[in-house]
Every structure is written in C-alpha cells, then in structure tokens.
C-alpha cells in the first residue's frame, strides 16, 4: 500500500479501480459481503492518508468472474 499512497500522492487525478475478491468457501452472499467490506476498507484507508476525492463507483463482484 505504501507504493499506491506514494503514485496516488504524486499523481492526485490518478483514477483507480479497487477490487476486492474471496475464495469460493463460504456462502456467495457471506462472500459478497465480504468482498464489499475489502474494497471498502481500502477505500476509506487511502481517503484518509491520502485525502483523495470519495467520488467512486463501486462494482462488487461474485467468484464467478476472474481475470
């Protein structure tokens, strides 16, 4: 995270996509709610050390899509 705090402070109209992903253990609404609280803790994390702009979309995604 220390290299994204470091781009995202030299580069202050950056875009990101933050995604956040589990296994496939678990109950996929136990998983997706799990995923949403990742990608929102990352979020909160660099709009407090980095105080960007909290206008994102958010896409939450099942275990079904991979890269």
Sequence with gaps: ???????????PTIKLAINALTD????DS?????????AASTVNFLVKIVLIK??????????????
């Excluded at 220390?2 to 580069?11: A, I, S």
């Excluded at 496939?24 to 109950?27: I, S, V, W």
């Design 1 to 11: 995270m220390n290299k994204v705090v470091k781009v995202l402070k030299e580069h």
């Design 24 to 27: 496939h253990k678990g109950r």
């Design 30 to 38: 136990y998983n997706l709610k799990l995923s949403y609280k990742r």
């Design 54 to 67: 909290t206008d994102y979309n958010q896409k939450v995604m099942d275990n079904l899509n991979h890269w």
